[in-house]
């Protein structure tokens, strides 16, 4: 399985740079890796329900008086994972809000459907292949000075973003499916009307 730094050395190689002993290093690359390695790598997992960082869970209810409410018109507040990413929906279909690190619904009992931030040891390969191309595509100015290498590594990174999702789509279950057709159905929106 690989780990953060295999990751950021398959990028740096895909750029022609030498690879990094360890992300402490005071070079420009384990810089460039220490700035925004983590933030690539938890865009990229939030940005598609990725099969294996889906997670289900009860979250737990809490209680907050009126005036600590972060959001009116639901009955129940609850408290979100501490490693979630984004919220799919909840397994009822209720509708609900966040608000920073909570969800305000009116489901009583809310099952959630999120994506969490996995470690590198649960990537698969597709999305290991994705998030080295991202990282080579965001570093390859500073490490290189070439903007033709940073274009040829944002298309790479692109076509992989596709490929991984094709991949990742044939093993997502049904029910992912069903809930994000819910919250992908266009909606009426008074705010958006002239």
């Known amino acids: ?16 740079v030498p690879p990094l002993a360890s992300l402490a290093d005071q070079s420009a690359q384990a810089i460039a890796a220490q700035s925004i390695y ?4 938890k865009s990229a997992l939030a ?7 889906l ?4 979250l737990p209810k809490l209680v907050i008086s009126d005036e600590d409410k972060r959001n009116y018109g639901f009955d129940y507040v609850y408290q979100l994972p501490s490693d979630y990413l984004r919220v799919i929906g909840l397994r009822s279909r209720d509708e609900y809000r966040l608000a920073g690190d909570q969800l305000y619904t009116n489901d009583k ?12 040891a649960a990537w698969p390969s597709y999305f ?12 390859a100015i500073t490490l290189t000075e070439q903007t033709s290498r940073a274009d040829l590594m944002y298309r790479l990174a692109s076509e992989q973003r596709r490929t991984a999702r094709n991949t990742d789509s044939q093993q997502t279950p049904p029910h992912v499916f069903d809930l994000m057709r819910v ?10 009307q002239a």
């Open 1 to 16: 399985m690989p780990s953060s730094l295999e990751v950021v050395n398959d990028g740096l190689v895909r750029l022609g």
């Open 38 to 41: 983590e933030t690539i790598a």
């Open 47 to 53: 940005e598609h329900p990725w099969s294996f960082a």
């Open 55 to 58: 997670r289900e869970e009860q």
């Open 109 to 120: 009992e809310a099952f959630t459907l999120y994506v969490a931030n996995v470690t590198e």
């Open 128 to 139: 290991v292949k994705l998030v080295s191309f991202q990282f080579a595509a965001a570093v």
């Open 183 to 192: 919250y992908t159905r266009r909606t009426y929106n008074p705010l958006t």
